[in-house]
């Protein structure tokens, strides 16, 4: 905390009393005071009482003092004229005001913090540039989003992990977004692209699993090549998330740029998925079919609809799997050895799924 801060806090209590108020630092020289005579002059170091209330107040030479920082160190204090309750008073609410000045002053001093408004956008457009040149925050160098969710109270640890990985707190942020998301703002190299995202979150998934045995969901956005660009980077991440937990919950770390027609089915109106499901199921609904059935769909789909591939590795005769086949065709009407059936189908698939996703959770 500067002294600057220090000051005008004091000349804006200066009105209020007649006592004298100043701050000493940790050898007792006054740093402050609404005595000008007595900036610079050394009043002796005093041992201070730690704590919170107003007993934690220390008389000395005709002065009380007061710890600054909330009793949790002992750098700074600041000091009333007089040993009596009226500079007791004077003491403790001139600490007061000093501390709450210092934490707004942090805050917007604070990298960290600057970034965390820009990502949530709770900073207008037109502070963006101002505030970056006031923090001497380069406004156009390459960084990733990286968004961790976990399922867990273990919020704290899991920052502390980021943070060791990622010493670098000028440069590259943790943030914790909320109880389970925590967001990592890396700056890279003009050439930093989304493959090294991917093996900064595959380091980190290790991490936390290794060391907190947690099990995580990683969403990484697209590079962002200028700060005014973080906040849709961040949602990026945050959609990656949500998408690929509908759609793609084998993996653990979704990209952005890899979700696919999952990401236009996301933004569908349920009105339009419901007209689609009944439309394309005129016979039966899809769940109608049986787990067998749709086993046999998913591995025909890995295989690029390849019967012979498909029959091998679902170690049946070919004969079988064009049997379960002919019979998924009279069910749906979809003959998914015909790309254009198989790719109706496998929108089906993915839209029914996305109703799921939306009713279980009251949407």
């Not at 907190?212 to 090549?225: D, E, H, N, S, Y």
């Not at 025909?300 to 679902?314: A, D, G, H, P, Y």
Request: with cysteine.
């Amino acid at each position: 905390m500067s002294s600057r801060i220090f000051q005008s806090v004091i000349i804006q209590l200066k009105d209020a009393t007649n006592r004298v108020i100043g701050v000493i630092d940790s050898d007792g020289s006054v740093i402050a005071c609404s005595d000008l005579t007595l900036i610079g002059d050394n009043i002796g170091a005093v041992q201070l009482s730690q704590g919170e209330d107003d007993d934690s107040t220390t008389r000395s030479n005709e002065r009380t003092f007061k710890a600054l920082g909330n009793g949790s160190r002992d750098d700074y204090a600041v000091f009333a004229e007089g040993e009596d309750d009226i500079a007791r008073t004077v003491c403790v609410m001139a600490a007061i005001a000093i501390n709450e000045a210092g934490v707004f002053f942090e805050e917007n001093n604070d990298k960290r913090i600057f970034v965390k408004n820009v990502i949530c956008e709770n900073i207008l457009p037109v502070d963006l540039y101002v505030r970056a040149k006031e923090l001497r925050f380069a406004p156009d160098v390459n960084r990733g989003v990286i968004l961790v969710r976990h399922n867990s109270t273990m919020g704290t640890a899991v920052v502390e992990v980021l943070q060791e990985i990622f010493p670098d707190r000028q440069n590259d942020f943790v943030i914790s977004v909320s109880d389970n998301d925590v967001a990592l703002i890396k700056e890279m190299t003009p050439k930093g692209d989304v493959k090294y995202l991917f093996k900064l979150a595959k380091t980190i998934e290790k991490k936390l699993e290794s060391e907190l045995m947690l099990k995580t969901m990683i969403g990484v956005g697209t590079p962002a090549r200028h700060i005014r660009e973080l906040a849709e980077r961040y949602k990026e991440a945050l959609l990656s998330i949500k998408i690929g937990s509908i759609f793609n919950d084998e993996n653990t770390i979704i990209g952005y740029e890899n979700l696919g027609i999952g990401r236009l089915i996301y933004q569908l109106p349920t009105t339009l998925c419901e007209i689609f499901l009944t439309e394309v199921f005129k016979r039966n609904p899809i769940e109608a079919l049986d787990q067998e059935t749709l086993h046999t769909i998913d591995k025909f789909f890995e295989n690029s609809l390849n019967v012979s591939e498909t029959s091998r590795k679902l170690f049946v005769h070919r004969n079988t799997l064009v049997y379960r086949l002919d019979k998924l065709q009279k069910m749906t009407g979809l003959d998914l050895r015909k790309f254009d059936d198989a790719i109706i189908f496998k929108v089906t698939q993915m839209v029914s799924r996305y109703m799921h996703y939306k009713e279980s959770n009251g949407y």
